[in-house]
Structures are given as C-alpha cells and as structure tokens.
C-alpha cells in the first residue's frame, strides 16, 4: 500500500463545504442552534378542505350505490328463487308456462286469430 495523502480526493472536495472551506457543521454549530433558528415558510394549504369535502361526497355515493345493489340483489335472489322452484320447461303444460309466466298467455277472446296477439307486439 502507498503512502496515505492528508489531502481528500477529488471527489470530496466540494462536498458539504462552504465557499471559504469550513463544512455545513461548523457552519451551524455543534448544537445546531443556528440551523433550529432558520424558518422556512410555507404555501398556505387551500386544497385540503376541498379534498376532503369530496371524499365525504365520494363515501356518500359509494354507500348508496351499495344499498342500492343490496336492493337489486335481493330482487335477483328473489328471480332465481322463482326458477329453481318451477317445473322443467320439458315438463310444463302450456297452463303451467302461463302460471309460471303471465306474459306469455295469448288472449284468445281479444284476438280470436292465430297469433292472438297484436302484431306490433310481436
């Protein structure tokens, strides 16, 4: 190994150093007291109101739209219920379908005529 050099390397020379040499801990004291002393001001915080006003907005929405699918969901439960109780169609009369579903009964004394319905709602 060479001899150690008291001088530091390039590449320190201008790190954590004021102009005159003396580095950043000097500079401010052991104690910092200086560096404790120094103020930095702030912007003024305008937006966190806003923000927040929205996230209530935003909670309000979400537990609506979550009651709401509750709703439908019992509904649906309530459909499918209704289809795992009903006879097989391979099994159902044409009465049985009419029960089952009443939009598919054909008035036969409104419209005497093959298809018994209007034709516009065909």
């Not at 003396?22 to 401010?28: D, S, V």
């Not at 052991?30 to 209530?56: C, H, M, W, Y």
């Not at 909670?59 to 097989?88: D, G, H, V, W």
Request: some cysteine; aromatic content about 10%.
């Amino acid at each position: 190994m060479g001899p150690r050099h008291s001088q530091e390397p390039s590449w320190i020379s201008g790190v954590n150093k004021i102009s005159d040499g003396r580095h950043w801990a000097c500079a401010y004291g052991r104690n910092g007291s200086s560096f404790k002393a120094l103020q930095i001001p702030e912007a003024a915080d305008t937006q966190t109101s806003a923000i927040n006003a929205q996230e209530v907005e935003s909670n309000k929405m979400a537990f609506a739209y979550i009651e709401e699918s509750k709703a439908r969901i019992t509904q649906y439960e309530e459909q499918l219920a209704k289809f795992n109780n009903m006879i097989p169609f391979d099994q159902m009369t044409v009465e049985d379908l009419n029960d089952t579903f009443p939009e598919t009964t054909l008035d036969k004394v409104k419209h005497p005529y093959w298809p018994h319905k209007p034709i516009a709602d065909l």
